[in-house]
């Protein structure tokens, strides 16, 4: 990934997730799993983002503990992408 610091997103495909909480445990302040034992994003303002698709910025102090949650993930549902062109660099679809 370029040095520009490019901001990222990261979204969670709750169709293949197995409800691991992997994700939870290595970025508290970025997943949690929701009443339906699946794993969510959370905005900004730490609430769960439960819409299907729904993208949350990937803190820069976490950025480690998000990549390694997607790298992790049993399910492979994990998806972190540049915000300024959607290119997914870590996760299933990353080149």
Known sequence: MSAQNDALEVWIDQD???GDGI???YAPEVFELDID?????????DELLADPGATT??????????????KEC???CIHVRRVSDKVE???PDAE
């Open 16 to 18: 293949l997730c197995t």
């Open 23 to 25: 994700c939870a445990q």
């Open 37 to 45: 034992g699946l794993a969510y994003v959370k905005g900004t303002d």
């Open 57 to 70: 910025p990937v803190p820069l102090p976490l950025l480690n503990e998000v990549v390694d949650s997607a």
């Open 74 to 76: 049993p399910g492979d």
């Open 89 to 91: 660099v870590y996760g």
